[in-house]
């Protein structure tokens, strides 16, 4: 369902997790919230799935703070007008995996983006010129990171 999304929601600045909550977001659109799309601190956790992130004020998703956690899988990310479509900042930590977004910026120490790159399809994109690199543009800034994990699938036996 889209009960995450802000649309025509009045008022609402974005859908807040906090303090050490555990939540999982799968199938939502977060659209026109007047800040981020979902913006977890304080030690929460959240896990992002098959979710669009769309013309939302400020990012997509902004994790902040020690302890705090995002996994973000195939979710897509459309003029958001935020600093990036993701962002973690003040040593949050951030994954995706088969996700679509144009920014990603890690700022402060400890704060840390890993993207995770399926081999064969890092190798199917490699040769591929007439479109460019379809990566995000990344940024990181007084100690953040922002890094590629490359995985395998598994095979069918």
Same mark, same amino acid.
């Given at each position: 369902?889209?009960?995450? +999304?802000?649309?025509?929601?009045?008022?609402?600045?974005? %859908?807040?997790?906090? +303090?050490?909550? +555990?939540?999982?977001?799968?199938?939502?659109?977060?659209? %026109?919230?007047?800040? =981020?799309?979902?913006?977890?601190?304080?030690? =929460?956790?959240?896990?992002?799935?098959?979710?669009?992130?769309?013309?939302?004020?400020? #990012?997509?998703?902004? /994790?902040?703070?020690?302890?705090?956690?995002?996994?973000?899988?195939? #979710?897509?990310?459309?003029?958001?007008?935020?600093?990036? +479509?993701?962002?973690?900042?003040?040593?949050?930590?951030?994954?995706?995996?088969?996700?679509? #977004?144009?920014?990603?910026?890690?700022?402060?120490?400890?704060? /840390?983006?890993? /993207?995770?790159?399926?081999?064969?399809?890092?190798?199917?994109?490699?040769?591929?010129?007439?479109?460019?690199?379809?990566?995000?543009? #990344?940024?990181? /800034?007084?100690?953040?990171?922002?890094? *590629?994990?490359?995985? *395998?699938?598994?095979?069918?036996?």
């Amino acid at each position: 369902g889209n009960a995450g +999304s802000c649309q025509n929601t009045k008022g609402k600045k974005h %859908n807040l997790l906090s +303090s050490h909550l +555990s939540v999982k977001v799968k199938d939502a659109t977060f659209e %026109n919230c007047l800040g =981020a799309g979902i913006a977890v601190e304080r030690g =929460a956790t959240v896990d992002i799935s098959k979710c669009i992130f769309l013309k939302n004020k400020g #990012c997509g998703v902004r /994790v902040s703070g020690n302890g705090t956690q995002g996994a973000i899988n195939e #979710c897509t990310f459309i003029e958001n007008k935020g600093k990036a +479509s993701i962002w973690a900042s003040n040593g949050a930590r951030t994954t995706l995996t088969k996700t679509n #977004c144009s920014i990603l910026f890690a700022s402060n120490e400890g704060s /840390v983006i890993t /993207v995770r790159e399926n081999e064969a399809e890092r190798d199917k994109k490699h040769g591929d010129t007439t479109k460019g690199s379809n990566k995000p543009s #990344c940024y990181h /800034v007084n100690g953040g990171i922002v890094r *590629t994990e490359i995985y *395998t699938e598994p095979t069918e036996p």
